[in-house]
């Protein structure tokens, strides 16, 4: 058995693995001494925030539609087809009312050149009225679902990347899911408002032929909607509330911005958020300021009236400004929010974890408090019992934790309480394939055997059984692994790491110390 | 050093009726508790709902705690006090899950400081939606489910080295469960029903050995939720960690004990099966002792000075360790005698 070359051999690749190991673990110790990154700390351990955003899909299809509708009305009008009614129902179909045989092949020939694309649901004729109901085919609608949660993620990437938020992740969680998580961050509310608001901007006419007070009580006319501006009052610091009848009809949206940032106005030296448009945003802008001459035009950001200004004259130059007695930060992020543009969809927070970094630094604390007795007590332990051979063991102990501390920055995988927690079992476990083995040598030299023979048979007889009975906690652990999220996640990482580490310590390093002393040192007693 | 001699003949065996009777004790009051308590107790992770931890700079009294909460509308909440005494530090709950939007946490702040008279430090906020915590739930018993059945394929061909039993056992179990979710049978029957499934296979293939080891397994599992359940304990997402952890831990010591009875019974296949199963189980006795005793070790320090956060899941895993030495003894090899006893008559 063993011969001096493969005992060499395997010398050198422990030595090759333990190195490895240390060259990981040294960026988390002094991040001077080596380039490479750091161990990941989860967001339990170094504070922070864990988001899952819900994307309200049916919303994005909903506005498709909408505005699809709109198109039906302008093409309608350009090919002088009269309809009874038009109007969105149930959410994403259209239902369109026409009268008279002109009026139903005019509609007809523009369905077939401009919208192809729209599922007739139903058509019935009753004399000469005929009822259509349109909608999106599945497919269709399936994709436009899809590509309001991808541009979610997206936009809030962007936002959370302006906001400034250092190694954030965000990822899909699902199909309309968004999981966002924030380490280090400080100032939850703000960045849950600035994630969570839509930050549709819109332009619309406020509808000045109608009045207010009927469509408070109720008498709504159509085509319009009352919308509500808030303003707090700096003097009783009250917020008060004031009702707009606006037209439904969005004249322009924030999608033509080129830029947003934060100014001062001299006047009232308050900040304001200034839009710049881009080419056709800006003609657009000029067009309808130039119709609109005398009229108020309205300023609605997520359906919240910020002012309603009378246009004065023609505005050219494509600016325009929104204010609202906002704070610095106010008005900061939501220039922020509309550079990354308006999310395709609300978004709904389904969770949150938050954790301030006080209470992240006490878990580290405690996590390796907890720790350190704990690996005390079972090294004191283990050389009491076992002496020398003990020694071997903690020996083996102690690079374990290396082991699983280069793993992690290996795999880059994220420490988190659990995870602390997977390596302090770990430590009790890991023993245990040693102790397996010291207690089957034990048996072999009461038997009469001599050291060697028995290290030999001990190795020999233990190693199978210690793989087995490891597998069983490997399996839970990658099951776990599987189905964990978060903190959980940290501890099957651990707990994995930690079993294969005890494997190699257990099966390889020891055995060649103890067949380093027995063959090569040729040491006749074993003290176990 | 030696705790156990080597000649050590303990009767474990022969007390093998006692150790049934208290285990089917604990098991019988578990359940009776789980029922009283109408299923588990489920954290914040699993029911949904807000929770948090405030520290407070020195002593406060919790009735000022409460009446500072009750002016602000939280919805059905409870207070309690959170690890060490001197920390000052409360756990709060409460059943709502909306409410984190609107700058929430810094008006629990502002309300608690005027109530207390303390500084108030917002360590922690936890907010599940409850469609989280459904997903949640279910993605919880999916762990537990996948991790029974790959257990229950890998012990079927571990034992007797039947390789082609367990993938028979692996196509039986995912037919059944196949079968079952056609039917779009809720998870927790889904559980049930792959259990019986095994059992029903290892008494049909006379697996004993793994019979043995699952049955060792379920007792484990449900004494440990039991103990919680008793204790008033909460399942949160770390705990369904832990309790994987004991389903690996409990057949690692049930392997290594069958381990050595399948050697011994081919050394000694003269002796009766009793005597052979009693030596097995004191040749391992030693190292079945010091490997709890180490592992108990560690985690009585996570328990005692890991903090509030962990403090249940060290617990968790503490009843765990113990039951499940308990049962690789007392359990898992009895079985094996019982089976054989039958097979006889």
């Known amino acids: 058995m063993g011969s001096l070359n493969n005992l060499s051999w395997r010398a050198l690749a422990v030595f090759a693995v333990i190195i490895i190991a240390i060259i990981y673990v040294l960026p988390t110790i002094k991040p001077t001494w080596w380039p490479h990154k750091k161990i990941n700390l989860g967001l339990d351990l170094q504070g922070g925030m864990h988001l899952v955003l819900e994307v309200d899909t049916d919303k994005a299809l909903e506005g498709t539609l909408e505005r699809i509708s709109q198109e039906i009305r302008d093409f309608s009008r350009k090919a002088h087809v009269r309809y009874i009614a038009l109007n969105r129902v149930e959410g994403n179909r259209i239902s369109i009312k026409l009268q008279g045989q002109d009026n139903i092949d005019g509609f007809d020939k523009l369905l077939d050149k401009e919208f192809q694309g729209l599922r007739i649901l139903s058509r019935s004729t009753d004399g000469d009225v005929l009822t259509l109901t349109l909608d999106l085919p599945e497919r269709e609608a399936d994709q436009i679902k899809k590509m309001a949660t991808d541009q979610a993620l997206e936009t809030i990437r962007n936002r959370i990347d302006q906001f400034g938020v250092s190694e954030p992740d965000i990822r899909h969680q699902g199909e309309k899911r968004i999981l966002v998580q924030l380490p280090g961050i400080k100032d939850t509310k703000r960045a849950k408002d600035l994630i969570g608001r839509t930050a549709l901007l819109e332009f619309k006419l406020l509808d000045e032929t109608h009045d207010l007070n009927a469509a408070l009580k109720g008498d709504i006319p159509p085509g319009s909607e009352v919308l509500y501006g808030t303003k707090e009052d700096p003097a009783t610091r009250r917020i008060i509330k004031t009702p707009y009848l606006v037209k439904k009809r969005t004249l322009l949206t924030g999608a033509h911005l080129t830029d947003a940032k934060v100014q001062i106005d001299s006047q009232y030296n308050e900040p304001y958020v200034s839009i710049d448009f881009d080419k056709k945003g800006g003609r657009d802008f000029g067009r309808i300021t130039e119709a609109n001459v005398k009229k108020r035009l309205a300023i609605v950001l997520d359906d919240k009236i910020y002012s309603a200004p009378v246009i004065q004259e023609k505005i050219t130059g494509g600016k325009a400004r929104i204010t609202g007695n906002f704070t610095t930060e106010e008005a900061r992020d939501l220039a922020i929010a509309l550079r990354a543009g308006a999310l395709p969809a609300p978004v709904l927070i389904l969770e949150e974890r938050t954790v301030g970094p006080s209470l992240g630094t006490d878990s580290i604390r405690k996590g390796l408090i907890s720790m350190c007795v704990g690996g005390l007590l079972v090294v004191l332990f283990m050389i009491v019992y076992y002496r020398a051979s003990g020694l071997i063991a903690d020996f083996a102990l102690i690079l374990n934790v290396i082991l699983i501390a280069g793993g992690l920055a290996a795999f880059q995988a994220t420490l988190t309480l659990p995870g602390i927690a997977g390596i302090i079992l770990t430590i009790g476990m890991a023993v245990d394939a040693n102790v397996l083995i010291f207690e089957r040598i034990r048996e072999e030299m009461n038997i009469g055997k001599t050291p060697r023979a028995a290290v030999d048979a001990g190795y020999n007889r233990a190693t199978l059984t210690i793989l087995d009975a490891n597998v069983t906690t490997l399996i839970a652990a990658l099951v776990l692994f599987q189905f964990g999220t978060g903190p959980v996640k940290g501890f099957a990482v651990t707990l994995s790491l930690g079993v294969i580490a005890s494997l190699f310590t257990a099966l390889i390093l020891t055995r060649m110390i103890f067949d380093y002393y027995l063959i090569k040192r040729k040491v006749k007693t074993l003290s176990i | ?345």
């Not at chain 2, 009446?67 to 709060?92: D, P, R």
């Not at chain 2, 039947?162 to 029957?189: D, E, T």
């Open chain 2, 1 to 345: 050093m030696q705790f156990i001699k080597p000649g050590i003949n303990l009767n474990f065996v022969g007390k093998r009726k006692i150790a049934f009777m208290l285990s089917l004790a604990m098991i019988l009051i578990s359940i009776a508790s789980l029922v009283l308590h109408k299923g588990p107790k489920y954290g914040i992770d699993f029911a949904g709902g807000t929770l948090i931890q405030v520290k407070f700079d020195g002593p406060v009294k919790l009735a000022d705690i409460k009446s500072g909460l009750a002016t602000i509308n939280l919805g059905k909440s409870s207070v309690q006090g959170f690890g060490e005494h001197s920390e000052h530090e409360y756990l709060i709950r409460t059943d709502r899950s909306v409410m984190t939007e609107q700058g929430f946490s810094l008006e629990v702040q502002k309300t608690l400081a005027s109530s207390t008279g303390h500084g108030v430090d917002i360590r922690r906020v936890e907010m599940v939606g409850p469609q989280v915590g459904k997903d949640l739930r279910e993605k919880a018993l999916f762990a537990m489910f996948y991790a029974l059945l790959f257990i229950a394929i890998y012990i079927s061909g571990r034992f007797e080295l039947k390789w082609i039993l367990s993938i028979v056992m692996a196509g039986a179990l995912m037919g059944a469960v196949y079968l079952l979710s056609i039917f779009n049978v809720s998870v927790p029957y889904l559980i049930a029903a792959a259990l019986m499934v095994t059992l029903f296979l290892f008494w049909f293939l006379e697996l004993k050995y793994a019979m043995g080891a699952i049955v060792a397994l379920i007792h484990d599992v449900t004494i440990t939720v039991g103990i919680f359940s008793l204790f008033g304990k909460e399942f949160t997402l770390p705990i369904i960690a832990a309790l994987l952890t004991i389903i690996g831990y409990s057949l690692n010591d049930t392997i290594i004990v069958f381990d050595r009875i399948r050697e011994n019974l081919r050394k000694y296949h003269k002796n009766p099966l009793e005597i052979i199963i009693n030596r097995s189980v004191n040749e391992t006795l030693s190292r079945t002792i010091l490997t709890s005793l180490t592992t108990l070790v560690v985690v009585l320090t996570l328990f005692v000075l890991g903090g509030g956060i962990i403090h249940d899941f060290a617990f968790a895993l503490l009843v765990g360790i113990v039951v499940g030495t308990y049962s690789s003894v007392f359990v898992a090899s009895p079985i094996l005698l019982a089976w054989n006893t039958r097979g006889k008559k």
